[in-house]
């Protein structure tokens, strides 16, 4: 089953750091690519990070040089260090993968809830 699942959210308090994991109890999956993504109240969801199999990873403007994306390809497992948090950080983030370079993100987690204050 390739249903993604994040963990590691809640509260935080600005400059602090947060750690969210992401895996899918289906070990045979080998996604091109595993990504987060956030969406805040009253806002669009946004990429925030991706990872590729090879290692490659990308990230938004607004949080480079502050969150690390990783990945254990084995039961893909993937990471997304948070550092120096800030409050317009809140948001519900989202794990996604998808299986070749062409496609879409079609495997999503339910999101995990992740607040900072100021």
């Known amino acids: 089953q390739r249903q993604m699942v994040e963990s590691g959210g809640g509260l935080a308090q600005s400059g602090d750091s947060l750690t969210l994991s992401c895996t899918t109890a289906d070990s045979t999956f080998s996604p091109y690519a595993m990504a987060w993504f956030r969406q805040a109240p009253q806002k669009e969801r946004e990429l925030v990070a991706e990872i590729t199999r090879a290692g490659r990873a990308t990230y938004a403007d607004s949080v480079k040089s502050r969150f690390t994306i990783s990945r254990v390809n084995v039961k893909p497992t993937m990471t997304l260090q948070m550092n120096k948090l800030r409050p317009e950080d809140t948001a519900v983030y989202y794990c996604?993968?998808?299986?070749?370079?062409?496609?879409?993100?079609?495997?999503w987690g339910q999101g995990t809830q992740v607040t900072v204050s100021s």
């Open positions: 996604a993968a998808r299986s070749i370079m062409t496609s879409p993100y079609a495997y």
